[in-house]
């Protein structure tokens, strides 16, 4: 069912072309645009066959978007409130509204803007870093629609031997009926640097409630990151599109020696999620920490696929994905480790654990291992379905706090590992408010099995 | 690890051997409509039989060959005889059976088996069967035991209603070429509350150069009668493609009782692609004991559906993977039914570049609910030139579904070799005796004969790898 080619009436050569030109692009960039075009027209939709039966487009409208042109020059910037930040930049629908460098940041040579922003005399050291497609998954048909098509590329270039202490704040707001963004952004961390990003995914400003009739939109993204030897990353963030959008992300990281990468990632929001995460550990050493959480409700779908590579020797992957779902929601949640015959003293662990709360909801984990190393120090995996234990539900009325709550406080303690790794207490906080409010009205109000558990 | 692995002869040849027989009747290499119709007709089959196979035959031509496992492109079907006759007639008395048949069993050891405690033997020797012996007191219970083509004549209705009914010909590409060209295997009828007191046990073995062998198995077990039923294999080494491609249909009627276990051990130019699958009706219990050692390459998930409340499954799949070969074995377990219950563990050992894959589905469906599942997979790599996969799927569609998984790969442990080695053994037997002991799980369920012979099938098997 997935083995047959995107179908995206956007996505045309003509179009390509256009967005390059328009972009002022040199030649190569170009050719890396129609290289991917090429790829997605010969790319199954899904090209791991393990994992064909498990993609589920039916509720996508891809017909309905009809993606931003480049925008033009960013908006004028007004002096924005950094609220503990290093840095901030703001996506607002099809371009950047707001770029502010904190004095720390800027003090320390952080530097954050489009690809076109790169110095003329440096556009080699763009070309270094994403030349060849190297940035992302060669076999995914949607990294290459983001290599294709995308209208804003972003780089935050963390310099070798710097080390912020404040976070990087992404921020993307998009909502409007029938319009989509595709942007890809690329992470630099040079040997030693240390940072934390935090990307913050909302609905649109205007607040009007969605109408399941109107026109889908869009968010089609990429976190290509390159950490260098020694380098540190941690990435937080909260997705919360609204109930129209559909959001498609491609995270890819590779690491070198020593290099560490934690990701905290949590998906309430949008119609429909898929996100993909490619972890190439190839610096001897080098970790990746995974927390993973998506909570749905209504139809939401989360398709959640992470893939880890270990390359190098010694090195370390912890992988947690952990599903809520609530009504006719739905997740599949894959994960693939392989550890390359390179690959000894390795120690790896996925976890894949989901939560179903009502009878319609549907679950599928696949937690797949191919291994060619047996030297290692742990590769293993593990995986759980079930619903909120009562034996944790009548220990909490024991103490006198009542079913419903009882409940909800066990859900919210099963997604806690992502929100205690939120960087700044305001986003942790707005985290725990979303993760709260998407815990069902009606529930608060007994039913007819709390009346008789009273 | 390598330095004296020479040192250890690979005895495997010593149980390849092959007979040369005359054939009765042999049907044209490759497959045809004609060779369906060939089959059939050489058979005497009443005709709703023929139109199932022609079903079935026009179903593999459209079915895609599957993608997610790879090497089943190298099976030239066209190079396969599908189908061979040895002698004309099903032999009831030991005595009867032709002297080069006999023979071959002979080296097998067949009779002082059945000599010890079999409860019946069919011996399947090629495509059909030409050995039978059922004791006379099962026979008094009214279990049968006897060749699917036999059972086909002589219980035309009991064979009709089950037939192809838990393994539809459209089920996959093998379960559809299996339907089109099937000859032998057995068919066994428990009636109800019949307890077969000893397991029924049928030795299957292919012979002949790119020989297909496309036996199909029929088990139907009534209301609260039990069976244990074993099929062990051996084959002879022939340096192209053998085919095996079987089908094993069950049919665990209310609060049955059925067992079905299974040593594979075809030599290592065989394609063994089975597909296993059991109904598991109300409070029945359904167990799958399947361990793989030969072939090139196994692709086969023995499954239960739990169709009736209260239904239970146990699958026990142990896998090891020498040189050449690739064991892609598993198990599915998918409840249909409230109150079902099902567990699977899973064993593999890869060696001498060997890939063990585990491959495993478990589902729950939309009204089974308070469902309790568990699949455990171990893997141990004895060399980096072996590879170890394990694919679970993992579909929950109701919300009380109680359901754990866990994998973990690794290699024999140094300190349990160091340790065995302060009591005196080699380093050799220490690894043997910790591989031994991982697929333990797995030996205890044999019985008695069958778990000496598995284990010193694993000796034999490690005392090539293992130095």
């Known amino acids: 069912m997935s083995v ?31 290289d991917a075009l090429g790829r997605v027209g010969r790319l199954p939709a899904e090209s791991n066959q393990l994992f064909t ?84 998954p060669s076999d995914d048909a949607f990294a290459q629609v983001a290599r294709a098509a995308f209208t804003l590329g972003i780089v935050v270039h963390v310099p070798d031997g710097v080390r912020l202490e404040r976070p990087i704040v992404l921020r993307s707001t998009l909502g409007a009926a029938g319009r989509g963004l595709i942007v890809r952004t690329l992470i630099v961390l040079g040997e ?57 992300v491609n995270r ?26 490619d972890n190439r550990l190839e610096g001897r050493g080098s970790s990746v920490h995974q927390v ?66 009502d009878r319609k909801a549907r679950s599928v984990t696949i937690p797949s291992l191919e291994i060619d190393q047996p030297d290692v120090r742990r590769a293993a995996h593990s995986s759980s379905a079930g619903p909120i234990d009562e034996s944790q539900v009548f220990y909490l009325m024991s103490r006198g706090i009542d079913r419903e709550t009882a409940r909800k406080q066990i859900v919210l303690g099963f997604l806690e590992p992502v929100v205690s790794r939120v960087p700044l207490a305001r986003a942790q906080e707005h985290l725990r408010e979303l993760l709260e409010q998407k815990w069902p009205a009606t529930a608060s109000a007994p039913t007819a099995e709390t009346q008789t558990a009273a | 690890m390598t330095s004296t692995r020479d040192a250890v002869r690979d005895r495997r040849d010593e149980f390849a051997f092959h007979d040369d027989l005359i054939y009765l009747h042999e049907v044209k290499r490759g497959l045809t409509r004609a060779t369906v119709e060939e089959i059939s007709a050489l058979k005497n089959e009443p005709d709703w039989m ?33 189908y061979r006759k040895p002698s004309e007639r099903e032999e009831k008395s030991w005595e009867d059976v032709p002297e080069q048949i006999k023979d071959t069993f002979e080296r097998l050891g067949i009779p002082e088996a059945e000599r010890k405690f079999l409860a019946g033997v069919g011996a399947q020797y090629d495509s059909e069967v030409v050995y039978h012996s059922v004791k006379e007191e099962l026979t008094k219970l009214g279990v049968v035991f006897m060749g699917t083509d036999q059972a086909l004549i002589e219980f035309p209705d009991i064979f009709r209603k089950y037939f192809g009914t838990v393994v539809p010909p459209e089920d996959n590409k093998f379960s559809a070429l299996n339907s089109a060209v099937w000859s032998g295997g057995s068919f066994v009828y428990v009636p109800k509350g019949v307890e077969v007191p000893l397991p029924l046990q049928a030795y299957f073995r292919i012979n002949g150069e790119n020989t297909g062998q496309f036996e199909r198995t029929l088990i139907v077990v009534e209301d609260g009668a039990r069976v244990h039923y074993i099929e062990g294999c051996t084959a002879p080494i022939y340096a192209t493609e053998s085919l095996h491609v079987a089908v094993v249909e069950v049919v665990a009627l209310a609060r049955s009782k059925v067992r079905y276990t299974t040593i594979q051990n075809w030599s290592n130019d065989v394609y063994n692609l089975v597909t296993k ?176 012979e598995f284990n010193r099938l694993v000796k034999l098997e490690m005392e090539g790898a293992l130095g």
């Open chain 1, 53 to 136: 039966p498990y993609l589920d487009l039916r509720q996508v409208r891809f017909a309905d978007v009809d993606p931003y042109a480049p925008a033009a020059r960013p908006r004028p910037q007004a002096a924005t409130d950094l609220e503990g930040a290093a840095a901030l930049l703001h996506v607002d629908e099809d371009g950047i509204v707001e770029r502010v460098l904190g004095p720390e940041a800027a003090a320390a040579g952080l530097k954050i803007g489009t690809f076109g922003d790169v110095p003329s005399d440096s556009r080699q050291l763009l070309r270094t870093w994403i030349g060849d497609g190297s940035t992302l």
């Open chain 1, 4 to 34: 047959a080619p995107l179908k995206l009436p956007f996505l045309t050569e003509e179009q390509v072309r256009v967005t390059s030109q328009s972009l002022g692009e040199p030649a190569w960039l170009l050719d890396e645009r129609l």
């Open chain 2, 277 to 452: 699958r059991a109904h598991a009706y109300e409070d029945s219990t359904v167990e799958w004991i399947d361990a793989n050692t030969g072939s090139r390459k196994t692709v086969k998930y023995p499954s239960i559906y739990l169709r009736g409340r209260g239904a239970s499954a146990d699958i026990i799949s142990v896998a090891v993977a020498g040189k050449g070969q690739h064991q892609d074995t598993g198990a599915k377990a998918v409840h249909l039914a409230p109150d079902t219950k099902s567990r699977i563990v899973s064993k593999s050992v890869s060696k001498d570049g060997g890939r063990a894959t585990y491959r495993g589905h478990v589902k729950v469906a939309p009204g089974a609910t308070n469902v309790v599942a568990s699949v455990r997979c171990d893997a141990l790599m004895l060399d980096d030139e072996s590879r170890s996969d394990t694919y679970p799927y993992i579909d929950i569609q109701e919300d009380d579904t109680s359901l754990s998984h866990e994998a973990t790969v690794g290699k024999i442990s140094q300190d349990q070799v160091f340790y065995l080695m302060s009591r005196g053994l080699t380093e050799n037997e220490a690894q043997n005796l910790i591989v031994q002991g991982f697929l333990e799980v797995f030996t205890k369920e044999l019985p008695m004969e069958y778990a000496i």
């Open chain 1, 292 to 357: 993973e959480i998506g909570f749905g409700s209504g139809a939401q779908i989360f398709d959640l696929t992470s893939y880890t590579r270990h390359i190098g020797e010694d090195t370390t992957g912890d992988l947690l994905s952990k599903g809520v779902f609530l009504d006719r929601s739905r997740g599949y949640i894959k994960g693939l480790i392989q550890i390359n015959q390179t690959a000894r003293g390795t120690d790896s662990f996925l976890g894949e654990f989901s939560m179903l709360l």
């Open chain 1, 192 to 248: 030693g640097a240390r940072a934390s990003i935090l990307e913050e995914q909302l609905p649109a400003a205007d607040g009007t409630p969605h109408d399941p009739q109107a026109a889908q939109s869009l968010w089609w993204g990429t976190s290509e990151v390159r950490l260098g030897d020694g380098a540190s990353l941690d990435v937080a963030s909260i997705q919360d599109f609204g109930a129209g959008t559909v959001a498609i």
């Open chain 1, 252 to 277: 890819d990281a590779r690491l070198g020696r020593d290099a560490a990468l934690r990701w905290s990632l949590a998906s309430i929001g949008s119609l429909f999620h898929k996100s993909r995460i």
């Open chain 2, 50 to 82: 023929l139109q199932f196979r022609l079903r079935a035959y026009e179903h593999f031509l459209k079915r895609p060959m599957p993608l997610w496992t790879d090497g089943l492109d190298k099976i030239n079907f066209d190079k396969i005889v599908y």
